[in-house]
């Protein structure tokens, strides 16, 4: 793995035309990129991007990211509003713990925002994770636009807010009750949870096959700019023109991301 540095961070953002205003949904897999020379721990390392990151959107950008609680959904754990830890690494642990920021209310699936528009994307979200209102909705509704740090370009969260429009027969909504407190309050909300069905047989083959699908064609029909960082590369792009993208596969075929993959069997569901 490559050593790299601040002044490099610095060049990769200006590269891909990262500006003032941007709302951007960052979804990171640092450890693709090496050794950062000037960061001592994971917070500094954090800070470094965040700060980098900040100033070149301004006071009127935003940053947003995952913050998801699979152990809510997985293990059947209490929900705390104000502490429960993401799952989602520690980005979105260092977003969450941010003075000022704002975390959305689903149980499971949150986002946390920071800036200009975090009320906005993040403060009044309907029950259902993907759908109508949900920060990722509204995001879209603001043409935000997403930031992958070493995470490859085809991987983020919108291609399932595309599968939850289009209704994938892959995928339900969940029943998501969960034992909930915000403010030392019991929360009684029931949430649904837009997932795939864990009996189908979308092993990490079939998974690899789709995501080398989407990259193929997000590469035809999206402006990605990228730029090299360390051992890995940082890439940049519109999430409206991604989920169109995702959209023209589905049109046409609400198992087109499948490929020839045969994951249902005749008779047994969901397929009766």
């Known amino acids: 793995m490559k050593n790299f540095s601040v002044n490099e961070i610095k060049e990769s953002l200006k590269k891909i035309g990262l500006k ?19 960061a001592t721990n994971k917070n500094i390392y954090y800070k470094i991007f965040y700060d980098l990151i900040l100033k070149k959107i301004g006071k009127t950008g ?31 642990e260092f977003m969450r713990n941010l003075k000022g920021s704002v975390r959305s ?60 429009n289009f209704g994938v027969p892959y995928c339900y909504n969940k029943f998501t009750k969960i034992s909930y407190y915000k403010k030392n309050k019991k929360i009684n909300k029931i ?16 998974r690899d096959k789709m995501n080398e699908k989407i ?11 990228k730029s090299k960082l360390g051992s890995g590369e940082i890439y940049f792009y519109n999430a409206n023109e991604y989920c169109s993208a995702i959209g023209k596969i589905l049109n ?7 490929g020839n993959e045969k994951i249902f069997q005749k008779g047994k569901f969901p397929y009766k």
């Not at 003032?20 to 000037?38: A, S, V």
């Open 20 to 38: 003032k205003g941007d709302l951007i949904y960052l979804n990171p897999e640092f450890y693709r990129l090496g050794k950062l020379k000037e």
């Open 105 to 164: 209310k689903h149980p499971v699936f949150s986002v946390v925002a920071v800036g200009r528009l975090k009320k906005i994307i993040c403060g009044k979200n309907s029950l259902n994770n993907y759908g109508k209102n949900s920060p990722y909705d509204i995001f879209l509704q603001h043409n935000g636009k997403i930031l992958n740090i070493g995470m490859k370009p085809e991987l983020n969260p919108f291609r399932h807010v595309v599968e939850f």
């Open 215 to 225: 990259r193929i064609f997000i590469y035809k029909n999206v402006k990605i700019k």
């Open 62 to 92: 935003t940053i947003v990211s995952n913050c998801y609680s699979f152990q809510t959904l997985r293990y059947n754990k209490k929900f705390i509003f104000e502490k429960t830890s993401s799952t989602s690494g520690g980005w979105s």
């Open 191 to 206: 949430f649904s949870s837009f997932v795939q069905y864990t009996s189908l047989n979308l092993n990490q083959k079939i």
């Open 252 to 258: 046409n075929n609400l198992l087109g991301l499948l």
